[in-house]
Nanobody, 126 residues
Framework: QVQLVESGGGLVQAGGSLRLSCAASGRTFGNYALGWFRQAPGKEREFVATINWSGGKTYYADSVKGRFTISRDNAKNTVYLQMNSLKPEDTAVYYC???????????????????WGQGTQVTVSS
């Protein structure tokens, strides 16, 4: 059984930074692509960033490009999301997800990911 556990969320002022972590267990971590999604109150869950199995390919939503960085440490079975220059509109619950594939084409689609964490709250005050 795959488990994904996020951490690192919290309250931060606009312009600040946070680093989210997601620790995975249950299947060979280094074989699969990973992603971060977020869901604000009253809105649908949306794609934030993804990274392929090796870390050699990353993709970002336009809204976070240049501010967020996704990375992974396969030795630690952990994926990270470094978030800089945070804005109030970044406020959401952030979820990490693991795909059943090593590389993704439709990486922005929720159905490409078969395991999800419980989420961590990020609140950015203005």
């Amino acid at each position: 059984q795959v488990q994904l556990v996020e951490s690192g969320g919290g309250l931060v002022q606009a312009g600040g930074s946070l680093r989210l972590s997601c620790a995975a267990s249950g299947r060979t971590f280094g074989n699969y692509a990973l992603g971060w999604f977020r869901q604000a109150p009253g809105k649908e869950r949306e794609f934030v960033a993804t990274i392929n199995w090796s870390g050699g390919k990353t993709y970002y939503a336009d809204s976070v490009k240049g501010r967020f960085t996704i990375s992974r440490d396969n030795a630690k079975n952990t994926v990270y999301l470094q978030m800089n220059s945070l804005k109030p509109e970044d406020t959401a619950v952030y979820y990490c997800a693991q795909s059943r594939y090593s590389d993704l084409t439709r990486f922005y689609e929720l159905y490409e990911y078969d395991y999800w964490g419980q989420g961590t709250q990020v609140t950015v005050s203005s």
